[in-house]
């Protein structure tokens, strides 16, 4: 899509999903158009994701999320007024106390924690990199960088005070943009390496393949970690697999609110459903088997698959399966844990 055209498209898709407060697949897709190619795709999700909308399949979607947050939020305000209720009229004696359950730290603690928080840090990096759309974003972040969009300071970890008053950080910022071309040839290379590992060649000389893999990978890692890119942005990545799995995790809710309504586990319900469309006696023997007629299986089978649907649409949006992603950002979540938990002490 060309470069004005994508500008009109992207505006008017802000003023929609401001005005909603949303924005559906549907809606994207038909301002898109048929032209539209996976990476025009890729800068409109990356836009909303940076706005902090929601990308949902339907409005009643929308409406359920929107809920969903205005009761955390509500629970957190409780919260907080509930720590707010207990108050002392001496501001010395109320410091006083709250830094007695704080425990001071020796030289081996501050040690502990200094490590625990890295280690959780890094925790945080490698899971967000074995997510294929974290690359996607990061190359999005390093045209912006190349075009001056963003700052080299809030694209890398750099010791800005070190620099002189007129310095405007310009061989960190080369030394960034060589680092990506890098790590997008690898991941290329990578990508390559994988689809011939499923190819009969490939299985035959698996072990070649494998041990070509592993140097990659090992290369890109390395890559990585040297380009020290800054935590805001890492989070920032993390955000993607995190909402990624989140929308998973509403279709399972769905098929699991199925189940309970209808008394039967998915399998069994996708088997009444066939049973009703062989005929009016099969219909009957379901009927006298669970007390529900076909109108009821049919719509309980509608759900299930729709669900599953939007499933397997986040499986291929994200390049991963459902167990990979759980198991990816449950990762992150630990790592997030670990560096939280270092800073409190």
Known sequence: MKSGLRRQVEKKLKEQAIKQGFITIDQINECLGDEATVDDMDEVHIMFNNMKI????SPEEALKRREK???E?????EAQMASQSMRYDDPIRMYLREMGKVPLLDREGEIRLARQIEDGQAMI???VFRCPTSFRDLFSLGARLEKGKIRIEDFLQVDVGAWGPLYTGRRERQRALRAIRRIARLQVEIEKLNKKLKTKSGKRRSKAVNAQLAKCEKKMTKELVDLKLHRQQIARLAERPKN???RIAESQKEISDVEREAGFTATEIMGFARECAKGPGAVRRVRRATGRGKAEWLAFERRIRNAR?????VEVEAKMTTEELTELVGAIEEGERLVADGKKR
Do not use: F, M, P, Y
């Not at 939020?73 to 305000?77: D, M, P, Q, Y």
């Open 73 to 77: 939020k509500a629970r957190r305000h």
């Open 244 to 246: 990624l799995a989140a």
């Open 54 to 57: 929601d990308v949902v399949d």
């Open 69 to 71: 947050k205005d009761k």
């Open 309 to 313: 649907r939007k499933i397997r649409r």
């Open 125 to 127: 990096e490698q899971a």
